[in-house]
């Protein structure tokens, strides 16, 4: 755990060489666990591309003298390629639109104040963020319909309104990723962009004006302001590939007959690297968020190898994670076994915090439900074994955080493969810096690397494989 989620990894960001680092050291664990690799070639590693698009680093954007520092200064958040150059007209706000001419022009406007909300009751962090950021979509719709050529909301200076701009900041900069979609189970995911629950709590585009937008930082309002004030900005979007990769490890059952049946256990390595810092820490360590996982799946490859069961076990740790399930996603397209022989998968995500007493498992109720038997061997590895007090709210169609639709085992269970998930939930350091090894809760995380194993052993040894529910359909 120190070592995965120490400060030396940065963070594990998926498209940097940090990622690649802590896929190593997986596979090199995986390797001192005495797995077999199970990837391409006879190694541990399937690498596969991850396709981004962003805003290229060449991109420019000033007013008058005033060269702005990208996504320091201004946050570019319309898609596509702009090459402008336009005086600027400054506003009051979108009612001032009405009686100004602002066709041709650049149009700016300050953001105003936005009553800060308690946290939802689940949702831990990033309300303000995503209602700052879809305030400035909404003022930037209206400039765009009263005409203006551009749109630049100006931050009003508050703190909140700096913390909405940073967060923003370092999630637009890096653009959007996805992977190829060959291979792909029909209706699963086709052509779809990063995974739906990674990009929760972010606001959605619907509505969104088509001019050019730009947010800035409260310091440029002074250059905005001054007499013909002009705005030049050049703007395009780069595309390119990168690699992430999975880590495969296998270890072979006892029983000849049952050897194309495999057990899958299912986490990440990535995390969400080094960003904007929080009380003074930018990296975001994810020691929790999947080192957690990461971890125990070594120790629960150990005791397979151990003590093998009648089934194999596979072990997967899939990058990318974070970026919108895309390590899991490629694996189902591309498996290194065919769907028909992956008989069951244990995914974990987040399984060392909150009280040790409790914690969830999801995919064992209507409508996440797609196995019986993997479901009833998950509640009896708990009833006999670890005692938790089950948190099934989480596990509920209505429950507004989508939990289920969140990490790798929904890939799987896309593609017609009873899967589950295990977690002790959020808390308030999620995908925050804060996510420390410090902060674990290591009986708590002993407590459900022993539930996840003692799962797979029922499944591995019993008599049939698990079936999988008829009609099985998610409620999105
Ligand atoms: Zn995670």
Redesign the pocket.
Known sequence: MYAMAGDAMRGREAGTLDEMRATAWVADQARKAGLQPMGDDGTFFQWWPMHRTRVGDGSEISVGDHELTMWKDAIVLSRGNSDLDLPIVFVSDSAALEHTDVHGKAVAMVLPSIATQPPAEFTIRGNFQSTTSQLVRRMASDIARAGGAAAILIANGTPDQKMAFDATATVTMRGSYTIDSAGAPAGSYARSSAGRGAQAGRGGRGGFASAPTFWFRHDMLGAVQAPDAHLKAFVFTESFDYPSGNVVGVVRGTDPKLADQYVLYSG?QDHDGVRYPVMGDSIWNGAD??ASVSVAMLAIARAFVQHPAARPVLFVWHGA??RGLLGSRWFVNHPEVPHSQIVAVLNG??IGRNSVDSAAILGVQPPHKNSDALAAAALRANAELTHFTIDTSWDRPTHREGWYFR?DHLPYARAGIPAVMFSSLLHPDYHTPRDEPSRINFPKLKKMADWMYATGWIVANAPQRPDVVANFKLER
């Open positions: 990440h968020d999947n994670e974070e995500d987040m990490s």
